[in-house]
């Protein structure tokens, strides 16, 4: 049995999966960076381990450095979380090696879904539908051409190593092709040290669902649903709901069979996802598998109740899974918004720095998974998400309405965040329609990056000039005798203030 676990990652994720094993009466152990001496995770942690320098080559992704951290700490688990060194078969193995337990699958599946082309394949053998498209690389580019005219434009160029939208690019003109190619090849050797690329034809009017699954040790699988996550920026995920609007409830039944055939297909254990893209005619694709728990995962544990780490150790320990498909049913909605600490009316430049005044959102239907506080210093180093503030209600319109609300109560200063630009997505008619696909942004941004609100400066200003007005009116009570106040002047100004939106 599982008693002390370390978790190899930092910020909101760290401290979400620490949250359950403190649940479940397990032990944690910390590993942060020099830029995280003073991080949250750090704190919520039962022991902390410095393991290096701040860029994460030099730290998180040292597997040495926390293989030797789990050792000293007698942990005998590691979670990796999302990101870093979660998607390493090599860690996986070497865990295995040190009678560690990896919290999340072996390396061969690590391994077959990390690259696309042999998870494009793999998929294909399984009966699982896959995007029209190559199954090898393109080294030569006048057969690609050749390939391309086969499959007929826009295509998709994509690295078979892929990830985080990286290596990836839309060929819409046959003239694009060759730098299209080039292109990708060169960023995919620069990301990810190897410049495979494949040929995949672009879905028109995509929308992007992915399916949660969970796999026990003996090759029991499920799914748990759907995720939509079609309000994406540059090909990153920005918004997520579930259940997707799209989806009819054949067509849900249909997929989820799909998903666990995938993950069975490559003896998967632990939680996974399967994505794909859809196009407006229902018809669905493969497009990857990321084998670790995923950023948007709390939208599933709101609708489907289950809590996803609290099952990913219970997998790790050798159980069975305690429910079987039938079992599982979704209720409500859940919606899910990144924040970001960056500026969506500057080109979504990055904002690092220090938080002055930080605080989340609470009430009824409302869970935020973050890590910052005021007077925290937002590093460079790693990823600019701040946090995740996911709603959870009975109906799609009342999530809607509940996440406006959160993001309205939610308030950061000192460092520009996408709280705004995300209010704006929960007020677009598309949106709100529940009728878009992937090109949501580009299509709506100038509705999304017109400020249709004063800048936080302004604020700042309107807070004063209120302030002033209201010790003026203080001082004029006062001089008019006015004593019979019904209610305390400070009670007055605290609701000036939340009406003009500190
Ligand atoms: P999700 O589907 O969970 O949103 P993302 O693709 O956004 O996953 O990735 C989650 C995190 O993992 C991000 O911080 C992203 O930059 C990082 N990431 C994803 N793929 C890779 C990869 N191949 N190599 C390194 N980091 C990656
Ligand atoms: P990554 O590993 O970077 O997450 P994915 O293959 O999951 O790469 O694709 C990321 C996003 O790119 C998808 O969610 C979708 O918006 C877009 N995309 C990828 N492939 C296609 C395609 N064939 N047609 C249309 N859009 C695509
Ligand atoms: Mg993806």
């Known amino acids: 049995m599982i008693q002390k676990i370390l978790i190899a990652n930092r910020g909101e994720i760290a401290i979400r999966v620490m ?11 910390a590993v942060y960076s020099d830029a995280d001496r003073s991080s949250m995770h750090v704190r919520y942690a039962d022991e902390a381990y410095h393991i290096g320098p701040s860029p994460s080559n030099e730290s998180y992704l040292v597997i040495d450095k926390i293989i030797d951290v789990a050792k000293k700490s007698g942990a005998d688990a590691i979670h990796p979380g999302y990101g870093f060194l979660s998607e390493n078969a090599h860690f996986s193995d070497l865990c295995k090696k040190e009678s ?64 985080g939208g990286k290596g990836m690019r839309l060929v819409k003109d046959k003239n694009e092709i060759v730098n299209a190619i080039r292109g990708a090849r060169s960023e995919a050797q620069n990301a990810f040290g190897n410049d495979a690329v494949y040929i995949e034809k672009y879905i028109d009017s995509p929308h992007h669902i992915e399916f949660q699954i969970l796999a026990d040790k003996k090759g029991n699988a499920v799914h748990l649903f759907e995720r939509e996550c079609s309000v994406q920026r540059r090909h990153q995920k920005v918004v997520e709901e579930t259940p997707s609007p799209l989806l009819t409830p054949e067509i849900r039944a249909e997929m989820g069979k799909h998903a666990v055939l995938a993950a069975q297909a490559v003896n998967y254990h632990g939680a996974g996802t399967i994505e794909f893209i859809m196009g407006d005619d ?34 790790a320990n050798g159980f069975d899974l305690e429910f079987k498909q039938e079992d599982l049913s979704q209720k409500g909605h859940a919606i899910e918004c990144r924040i970001y600490a960056e500026d969506p009316d500057n080109n979504f430049m990055p904002s690092p720095g220090v938080i002055k005044h930080f605080r989340e959102p609470l009430g009824l239907g409302i869970r935020h998974d973050g890590y910052v ?3 925290y210093n937002i590093p460079l180093f790693y990823d600019p998400m701040i946090s995740k503030l996911i709603v959870w209600a009975k109906s799609r319109d009342e999530a809607i309405k509940r996440m ?26 598309a949106f709100v329609e529940g009728k878009y696909n992937t090109h949501f942004i580009q299509e709506n941004e100038k509705f999304l990056l017109t400020p249709k609100k004063a800048s936080p400066q302004c604020e700042d200003m309107a807070m004063v000039a209120t302030f002033i007005t209201y010790l003026n009116q203080l001082e004029k009570n006062s ?8 209610s305390s002047p400070w009670k007055e100004f605290g609701r000036k203030r939340n009406s003009i939106r500190l």
């Open 19 to 29: 949250r359950t094993c403190r649940e479940m009466g397990i032990k944690t152990v």
């Open 404 to 429: 406006k609300g959160a993001l309205y109560n939610y308030k950061i200063t000192g460092i520009k965040t996408s709280i705004k630009f995300l209010e704006r997505i929960m007020e677009t008619p």
């Open 100 to 163: 560690i337990e990896f919290i999340g699958p072996d390396s061969y599946a690590i391994d077959t879904m990390g690259d696309k082309i042999t998870a494009r394949k793999t998929m294909i053998a399984a009966g699982v539908p896959v995007v029209p498209g190559t199954t090898e690389p393109i080294l030569d580019e006048e057969k690609a051409i050749k390939v391309i005219h086969e499959i007929g434009l826009p295509v998709m160029i994509k690295a078979s190593a892929g990830g």
């Open 479 to 486: 001089i008019q005798s006015n004593a019979r106040h019904t």
């Open 373 to 375: 506080y005021s007077g």
């Open 282 to 315: 229902l018809n669905y694709y493969f497009l990857e598998m990321n084998t670790r728990l995923q950023v948007e995962h709390p939208i599933t544990e709101s609708v489907v109740g289950v809590d996803l780490v609290r099952q990913q150790i219970n997998i």
